[in-house]
């Protein structure tokens, strides 16, 4: 019966540091499908950027654009570039934060959109080699989103990550025009 026990306490013991082993990548915080994807996405990014991607160095991020028209995004997408950069934050890393500047157009309706010919001036101006940029695209189920980090001095893609969100009631609502 003891030994019966013991094998029974270690099993528990193993599983439990497998589970928290599994947990020990992944950053606390809401249980939100969305939030959940582009939290991981980050990660995601940062593991694949390596020695391109410094701690004390600062990125931009700007608004995720619709892929069929790379001149418009939504609140989702503005949310899922500000969700990506909380999980960079909470990693460690800096972004400047473009909703603030007046030296950069934004339309409230649209998001910030970092046109090339302006990415190496910002780029310099705000000491941030790097910029994450996204597209998604909206289909029956899902909405497929790309994101990635750009080294700025080249436009070399440094990390890619590509996921999906499933397309709930709650998406419908965040790709809506604003009006």
């Known amino acids: 019966m003891i030994n019966l026990t013991l094998r029974k306490g270690s099993a528990l013991i193993a599983l439990l ?24 996405a980050a990660r995601y990014l940062v593991r694949m950027a390596g020695a391109d991607l410094q ?14 028209n790379l001149t418009s995004s939504s609140t ?43 990415v190496a001036d910002l780029s310099t101006e705000h000491n941030a080699p790097v910029v994450l940029v996204g597209t998604y695209a909206v289909a029956d189920d899902n909405i497929f989103v790309t994101a990635r980090l750009i080294r700025t001095a080249d436009n070399v893609i ?22």
Do not use: K, W
């Open 55 to 68: 701690p004390n160095s600062r990125m931009i991020a700007a608004s995720f654009a619709d892929v069929n």
């Open 17 to 40: 540091l497998l589970l928290s082993a599994c947990a020990s990548d992944r950053i606390p915080g809401p249980n939100n499908r969305m939030i959940a994807s582009h939290h991981d």
């Open 76 to 118: 989702f997408g503005r949310m899922a570039s500000q969700q990506l950069v909380s999980s960079f934050v909470i990693q460690g890393f800096s972004f400047v934060e473009m909703l603030m500047r007046n030296s950069v157009y934004i339309d409230s309706r649209e998001g910030e959109f970092l046109l090339s010919r302006e």
């Open 158 to 179: 440094v990390a890619s990550y590509d996921y999906a969100v499933p397309y709930t009631r709650d998406m419908r609502t965040l790709l809506r025009p604003v009006r």
